[in-house]
């Protein structure tokens, strides 16, 4: 039940909000491997003067953050960086201007419907 937060600077996307955040979305199905109602994504879009980025990125870089259960293998997120790249492609965004963060949270740390994850069945692996 990774939470993910998609920044960028106000302008690239226009319209496409909903797009780019389903693109990110099938990111996480292909990379993570969840299941496809499993969703919890969010787009912040910041004016060009409230986000500073490295020289030599474009309009379009973007800052793409998973927090997410400890477990992943690194195949796993292997998959989840080329998928983002893959499917943020389509709208122009170059693989260098493509940042992913993954936190990762032990599921005793992670509070769903009043309990621990770590006590619940989550209907997934998330050691995949």
């Avoid at 990111?27 to 969010?42: Q, S």
């Avoid at 879009?45 to 490295?54: G, L």
């Amino acid at each position: 039940m990774p939470a993910t937060r998609i920044e960028t600077r106000r302008g690239w996307i226009g319209t496409r909000r909903p797009d780019v955040i389903e693109a990110v979305q099938r990111a996480l199905l292909t990379g993570l491997k969840l299941p496809e109602d499993d969703r919890c994504v969010r787009l912040l879009e910041y004016d060009h003067d409230a986000m500073i980025v490295p020289s030599g990125r474009g309009a379009s870089y973007t800052v793409v953050e998973i927090t997410l259960f400890s477990g992943r293998t690194l195949e796993a997120k292997r998959r989840l960086y080329a998928a983002l790249v893959e499917e943020l492609s389509v709208f122009g965004v170059p693989a260098d201007d493509i940042k992913t963060v993954l936190v990762e949270v032990r599921p005793e740390n992670w509070g769903l419907r009043g309990s621990p994850a770590s006590e619940l069945d989550l209907g997934y692996r998330i050691d995949v």
